[in-house]
Nanobody, 121 residues
Framework: VQLQASGGGLVQAGGSLRLSCAAS????????MGWFRQAPGKEREFVAA???????YYADSVKGRFTISRDNAKNTVYLQMNSLKPEDTAIYYC????????????????WGQGTQVTVSS
């Protein structure tokens, strides 16, 4: 599975962005997909995940503001980010995995290259 993330950019606080992650490979529909982010000087952290069956999970810091979804016909997972805050500034990575807890990075075998999101105050 190869992943290509896109959609990052510069936005003012309160604005919105939608990230996309396009996947290659016929196993996409059976993969759990996750979004993680890494801010400058901080460790990479979990943001959101969606299982192959459609169940979704969110970090407390983004719950109610971000929405993860997937389109298996397009081999793409999305992260709709609303009400963005300066603390959401980070490089966002998408990842694919085939088992284990959605929360832990080690359970994701495939990673995209990351896309920069910058939220100005």
């Amino acid at each position: 599975v190869q992943l290509q993330a896109s959609g990052g950019g510069l936005v003012q606080a309160g604005g919105s962005l939608r990230l996309s992650c396009a996947a290659s490979g016929r196993t996409f529909s059976s993969a759990g997909m996750g979004w993680f982010r890494q801010a400058p000087g901080k460790e990479r952290e979990f943001v959101a995940a969606i299982r192959s069956g459609g169940s979704t999970y969110y970090a407390d810091s983004v719950k109610g503001r971000f929405t993860i979804s997937r389109d298996n016909a397009k081999n793409t997972v999305y992260l709709q980010m609303n009400s963005l805050k300066p603390e959401d500034t980070a490089i966002y990575y998408c990842a694919a995995g085939f088992g284990g807890s959605y929360y832990y990075q080690n359970n994701y075998a495939y990673w995209g290259q990351g896309t920069q999101v910058t939220v100005s105050s």
